[in-house]
């Protein structure tokens, strides 16, 4: 007996979408180490393209349909020496599949056998990566920076293509004309119909009456000066070349979103390699956040120890400095930088600070001092994050201060190892309660 099986759901124009994720879902587990691992190697602008994920072949295994060797069996064995007929066959124990593995069978030696490898798309990838995350709803202060235009209908033009003439505006615009061009001539049409009226009343009593009529001259003339009147309001077109009407169609700036992203991180010598990694991955998920709000993300790099200074990203991830930490430098030049190329009433500004908690005693109070009065008053929002296992020191103490000054533009949270990096980014960037 055959069984066939039909998948009559419906699945649009693309076949395969169904068990594209189908297939996502079951291997879930192997894309998101494909997606982490990734993350480690990219650099922070390079989201725009999608990865190579590795699946080993043993983990891909079908399920495959087979016939159980049960119910009656009718065979004739030629040469069959130990059975003959109506002798009844004892029917094997156990059934179940056979026919032996196929090659993507589990039981096969995977010894030579290539990794099953597929592409995930850019939206998949960033799926992945945002997968059990909540974007927040942040209000964009303002348009800027237009790099495109839109074409729409702008007004009426008396010059133009056939297929952009405009029928009602045309015929409008020939009506007035007429209106206008044959004003006078009607209004003298009125009088001298009125006129010719009376006249013809006139003569009609002084018949009645046996008078001389002594108007019929004065009737002819209404009658020719009518005639001449008409005539010049028939030559006037029904449609003049003046009268058309054309759709304009004009290019209107399409404005564009931006915003500037400000990546904070201290380098001095208690940061290690794992920290800074541990750093990257979360300047990573805030770039993707806004690069999907914005069109447009400028990225400024700035590392501080006892001094700041701007750079790129190559230095600011994998250059190490020694000495003491002083995090008010780095807040200092931030605010210098925003306010020679970023103005706030033109820029959606954002920045991120990571750090390990360690700072001078006496530069915390002045790190909060600079937060408060000039850099929160100036950017949609600012997140700390310090990344360390032990305990918090004075710069997070300062800083729960500018939480309660700033508590929807201000956020912080600790990262202890990596498994905390998606549950923090989550937090600090959670949907607010509109009610």
Known sequence: MA?????????????????????LRRYRKHIREAVADSIKKRSITDMERGEAVSIPRRDVSEPVFHHGKGGRQTRIFPGNKEYKTGDHIQRPQGGGAGGGGGPGDPSDSAEGMDDFIFELTQEEFMEFMFEGLELPNLVKKQLVHTTSYSRVKGGYTKEGIPARLNIVQSLRSAHARRIALGGRA???????????KELEKQVLND???????????????????????????????????FDLKYNNVIEIPRPSTSAVMFCLMDVSGSMTQDIKDMAKRFFILLYMFLKRNYQKIEVVFIRHHTNASEVDEETFFYSRETGGTLVSSAL????????????????????AQASDGDNWADDSPACRELLIN????????????????RDHQALWYAYENVVKRYPDSFAMQQIESLDDIYPVFHRLFEKKSTS
């Open 3 to 23: 069984f066939l099986i039909i998948d009559r759901r419906l699945n649009g124009k693309h076949k395969s979408a169904v068990n594209r994720q189908r297939f």
């Open 374 to 389: 000039k850099i929160l008053p100036k950017v949609q929002y600012y997140t700390y994050v310090e990344i360390t296992p």
């Open 332 to 351: 200092r030049l931030m605010d210098d930088i925003i306010r020679e190329r970023y103005p706030e009433d033109s820029w959606n500004i954002y920045a």
């Open 186 to 196: 009607r209004k003298r049409i009125k009088a001298l119909e009125e006129e010719l």
């Open 207 to 241: 018949r009645e009456n046996g008078l001389k009529e002594t108007s019929e001259q004065r009737i002819a003339e209404i009658k020719t000066e009518l005639a001449r009147l008409k005539k010049r309001l028939a030559h006037i077109p029904f449609l003049d070349d």
